[in-house]
């Protein structure tokens, strides 16, 4: 009687760059243009391994639109099972109209929030890399908020 190998207790390798601007790519077929078909896709890797998915949706109240790496990132909180399923390692977005395709402030704003530590576009058909500090240096986030220490004048 043969016995079947061990079950590998080892967990996935995760997605490198270009399967993330796949993923991406797939959310992005999925946004709701109808007023800039300009579609947008994130796809979100956090700290526990996870991959979250966003597009943007847009609404005739143009302020009201959500951008693809919000979409994610409210996904991601709403979804999440525990504090490293709230962290973002990293980041792809994918615009299909234009490349390389960046956050928009307010989306860097947001993913700064959850820790994001790096950024990966499209450029010339290929993934390009950009850590978090480099898209959004001295962003203002949940530790600005902390009380400092030493006298206040």
């Known amino acids: ?3 079947p190998p061990p079950a590998s207790t080892a967990s996935p390798a995760p ?3 270009a399967q993330l601007l796949r ?3 797939e959310a992005a077929d999925r946004a709701y243009v109808p007023y ?9 890797l956090t700290r526990s391994g996870r991959i979250v998915l966003g597009c943007n949706v847009e ?3 143009y302020g009201l639109t959500i951008c693809a790496e919000r979409t994610g990132a409210t996904r991601m909180i709403a979804e999440s ?6 962290r973002i390692v990293k980041v ?6 234009a490349s390389p395709c960046f956050p928009c402030g307010a989306c860097r704003q947001v993913l700064h929030e959850f820790g994001c530590e790096e950024v990966v576009v499209e450029i010339d058909g290929a993934p390009r890399s950009y850590p978090f500090a480099e898209i959004l240096p001295h962003g203002f986030g949940p530790a600005d908020l902390e ?5 206040e004048a």
């Open 81 to 86: 099972g525990d504090a490293d399923d709230r």
């Open 15 to 17: 997605p490198d760059d």
């Open 36 to 44: 800039s078909r300009f579609p947008v896709g994130a796809a979100l």
């Open 1 to 3: 009687m043969t016995t």
């Open 147 to 151: 009380p400092t220490t030493g006298s």
């Open 92 to 97: 792809a977005v994918v615009g299909t109209k």
């Open 23 to 25: 993923l991406a790519h």
């Open 59 to 61: 609404n005739a109240s």
